[in-house]
């Protein structure tokens, strides 16, 4: 037996009616804010370099993965082995060039190329409107995160976004500017916020809010760059 499947088999016995009182109380919407601590200590393990302690965060990870398997199993819905079949088969179909001659890639760049290619062939085949560019950003994602995830298909696909935005500003400042930089400016900024008692994360976030609805209005309306 593998370690995995020795770690699905305590999860399930943690879940059993005579099993754990803490775990068999949570649900998928109260493990929620576990998996992004487990995601942050794993991040913090990957900034300092402390691979002993990565680990460590990699496991705990991987048990909230695990857990949620576990929920999910028990509703009769899926369970780990269809999490891990999914996530393998979307792999071998998303390289085409290493496991199929139906593409090649040479570089990094060219992966990606492809990656998006098939991608965009598997939204086809669902039906998906591809229309609504921001619908799958993770409503989750830090702030900053989830503005730069909304920076990046606008300047991707090419959207109408004049207007919405001082993009022109936005690609002056960045000519010259340097991760030292950015990082006292991002600082100062939340420094003032909380001097003005304004809270950056919602700020940020309103503003990523404003900017997709106007963008995908215009989307919608046919409006060109």
């Known amino acids: 037996m593998s370690a995995i499947d020795d770690l699905c088999r305590t999860m399930a016995r943690l879940r059993a009616p005579d099993g754990c009182p803490w775990d068999r109380e949570q649900t998928h919407q109260t493990l ?3 998996l992004i ?3 942050s200590e794993l991040l913090d393990t990957i900034d300092r370099h402390d691979i002993l302690h990565m680990r460590e965060e990699l496991g705990d990870v991987l048990i909230q993965v695990v857990f949620h398997a576990q929920l ?3 509703r009769g819905d899926f369970d780990f082995d269809d999490v891990a079949r999914d996530i393998n088969d979307k ?3 998303r390289h085409p060039h290493v496991f199929g001659a139906a593409a090649t890639a040479e570089n990094a ?3 990606i190329e492809v990656w998006e290619k098939v991608k965009a062939g598997e939204k086809a085949a669902a039906g998906k409107n591809e229309a609504q560019v921001f619908k799958k950003l993770p409503p989750r994602l830090p702030a900053l995160m989830f503005a730069e995830e909304v920076a990046k298909r606008i300047a991707k696909q090419k ?3 004049e ?3 001082d993009w022109r500003g936005i690609e002056r400042r960045a000519a010259p500017l340097t991760e030292q930089d950015a990082g006292r400016e991002l600082f100062e900024l939340a420094a003032a916020c909380r001097a003005r008692g304004i809270d950056p994360e919602m700020a940020l976030r309103r503003e990523c809010d404003r900017v997709v609805r106007e963008v995908e209005v215009r989307v919608a309306g046919g ?3």
Do not use: F, M, N, Y
């Open 37 to 39: 601590d487990e995601c």
């Open 32 to 34: 929620a804010r576990c």
């Open 159 to 161: 959207l109408p976004a």
């Open 223 to 225: 409006a060109t760059v």
């Open 91 to 93: 792999l071998v179909r």
């Open 109 to 111: 760049t060219q992966v």
């Open 72 to 74: 999910a199993a028990e």
């Open 163 to 165: 207007g919405v935005a």
